[in-house]
């Protein structure tokens, strides 16, 4: 079957499986993402309701796939919840850490992000969050791949320090765990450059790839699901004509 694609000048995004995408080795300047956490919530196509062992299987094929087409000194920025359920809680964040290393990334540090003022729209998502966050506090861990290149010196404060901003309304992007565009904004302005490639394996709403457009970022997307793949492709869209 066909890869489905649209471009918008020096942004594309691909309706497809991240793991089974050809993307050329070392191509990638920066990654930022934040995948599926494995709480229940309804992604589509995607299943996010694996066991954990399951779960950790996927995290490790997909930080494999990414550390191989990262550049060498290249980063990733992953968004992720401290831990996720409520009764045999499973530490997400530090599991994740661990795989990251084995792949051969080296950690750099933690920036957290307190989203304590962020919109719950209902019910349902309030149980989704309240499985997966504790006390509406998420991560964002940064790795690199070879050797770190420091950054841009306006930007270090943002390293090792804590972020607080809301949320995305999850109807304004009809997605259900969209994160907020200023995430990606600060990531792409501290760790890249004018005309670097950046990638989203885990697109959802788009938002990663709003940020690249601004700041003028070659941007690649990569969105599983058909319904969230349209759904960013209007968004980049309507942002474009602005």
């Known amino acids: 079957m066909a890869i489905k694609s649209f471009r ?10 991240f793991l089974n995408f050809n993307l050329s080795e070392s191509s990638v300047d920066l990654i930022i993402t934040s995948p599926p956490y494995n709480i229940g919530i309804d992604y589509g196509i995607y299943n996010d309701n694996k066991t954990y ?5 996927f995290t490790k094929k997909w930080l494999g796939k990414s550390f191989d087409i990262l550049k060498s000194n290249g ?17 997400l964040a530090a599991d994740l850490t661990i795989l990251a290393k084995r792949t051969g ?23 989704f969050y309240a499985m997966a966050f504790s006390k509406n506090i998420e991560l964002i861990l940064i790795f690199y791949k070879d050797e770190w290149i420091s950054v841009k010196k306006e930007f270090r404060d943002y390293v090792n320090e804590i972020w607080k901003f809301s949320g995305e309304n999850p109807k304004r992007v009809n997605h259900p765990a969209a994160f907020p565009v ?9 760790f890249s450059e004018t005309n670097d490639i950046v990638l989203d394996p885990f697109l959802g709403s788009g938002t990663t790839l709003m940020a690249c457009k601004q700041l003028l970022r070659k941007g690649i997307g990569i969105e599983i699901d058909e319904k969230y793949f349209e759904g960013s492709k209007t968004r980049i869209s309507d942002q474009n004509k602005h």
Do not use: A
């Open 53 to 57: 062992k399951e779960y950790l299987e």
């Open 75 to 91: 980063r990733i920025c992953i968004n992720v919840p401290i831990d996720t359920g409520k009764n045999g809680k499973r530490s």
């Open 105 to 127: 990334f080296k950690y750099k540090g933690t920036i957290v992000w307190d989203h304590s003022t962020s919109l719950m729209t209902s019910s349902k998502q309030k149980k």
């Open 8 to 17: 918008i000048q020096d942004i594309i995004v691909h309706n497809c499986n």
């Open 182 to 190: 200023e995430i990606p904004r600060r990531l792409i302005k501290m």
